[in-house]
């Protein structure tokens, strides 16, 4: 069984909202750094948000920022990815990453070793 399980995805239409959530292992508590990433259908993958190991910071990539909104639940062993005012090229298979980190002040969006299965996301009207 992985350690990290993506829920939430769906069909939305343009301007819609969806919450997704990642349900992780109990051991990947407080020294966890954890993301989003989303492929699409030919594109490379991306890194949509990141949070440090505590939750003070996070990271947006450019065109999800001000309408994506991460954050981690450690009591209750979860991430989410809430997104708003989707668009059309919001469509992707979002995953659910993570990677030991010890104590982190900051994110970054590389070499993450933990991954989910994904969830697919479609923006269509």
């Known amino acids: 069984q992985s350690d990290l399980v993506e829920s939430g995805g769906g069909l939305v239409q343009p301007g819609g909202s969806l919450r997704l959530s990642c349900a992780t292992s109990g051991h990947m508590l407080d020294y966890y750094t954890f993301a989003w990433f989303r492929q699409a259908p030919g594109k490379e993958r991306e890194g949509v948000s990141c949070i440090s190991s505590h939750g003070s910071f996070t990271k947006y990539e450019d065109s999800v920022k001000g309408r994506f909104a991460i954050s981690r639940d450690n009591a209750k062993n979860m991430l989410y990815l809430q997104l708003d005012s989707l668009k059309p090229e919001d469509t992707a298979t979002y995953y659910c990453?993570?990677?030991?980190?010890?104590?982190?002040?900051?994110?970054?969006?590389?070499?993450?070793?933990?991954w989910g299965q994904g969830t697919q996301v479609t923006v269509s009207s």
């Open positions: 990453a993570a990677k030991y980190t010890g104590y982190s002040a900051v994110c970054q969006f590389n070499d993450y070793h933990y």
